[in-house]
């Protein structure tokens, strides 16, 4: 069983940056998970935001937010932190960690997914 705790969610102008922490129950060192961000606004489906293998390191991000947001990984501290910068109120949702076996071409599908966080708010206002 993996446990996932975000943080670091909160209200920040448009423009403005946040950084999202992914704790993860689980030694990274130990087993490699693929470990995602997905958003979900109001009324609107869960999306893949970006994900990563915390065994070799490869990314994976979704259009939107290519050369906005980063992914990384800490495997010393079992935690994944996506660094959001440029942030525009369309960046306003829940933000949730899930991890899986591995990441696969479909990374970015909700049902790829076996353990997920309790999410943590983002609100970028203009």
């Known amino acids: 069983q993996v446990q996932l705790v975000e943080s670091g969610g909160g209200s920040v102008q448009a423009g403005g940056s946040l950084r999202l922490s992914c704790a993860a129950s689980?030694?990274?060192?130990?087993?490699?998970?693929?470990v995602a961000w997905f958003h979900q606004a109001p009324g609107k489906e869960r999306e893949g935001v970006a994900a990563?293998?915390?065994?070799?390191?490869?990314?994976y991000y979704a259009d939107s937010v290519k050369g906005r947001f980063t992914i990384s990984r800490d495997n010393a501290k079992n935690t994944v932190y996506l660094q959001m910068s440029s942030l525009s109120p369309e960046d306003t949702a829940m933000y949730y960690c899930?991890?899986?076996?591995?990441?696969?071409?479909?990374?970015?599908?909700?049902?790829?997914?076996?353990?997920w966080g309790q999410g943590t708010q983002v609100t970028v206002s203009s």
């Open positions: 899930a991890a899986t076996a591995f990441c696969s071409r479909s990374w970015y599908r909700r049902i790829e997914y076996n353990y």
């Open positions: 689980v030694y990274f060192f130990r087993s490699n998970y693929c």
């Open positions: 990563i293998y915390t065994g070799g390191g490869s990314t």
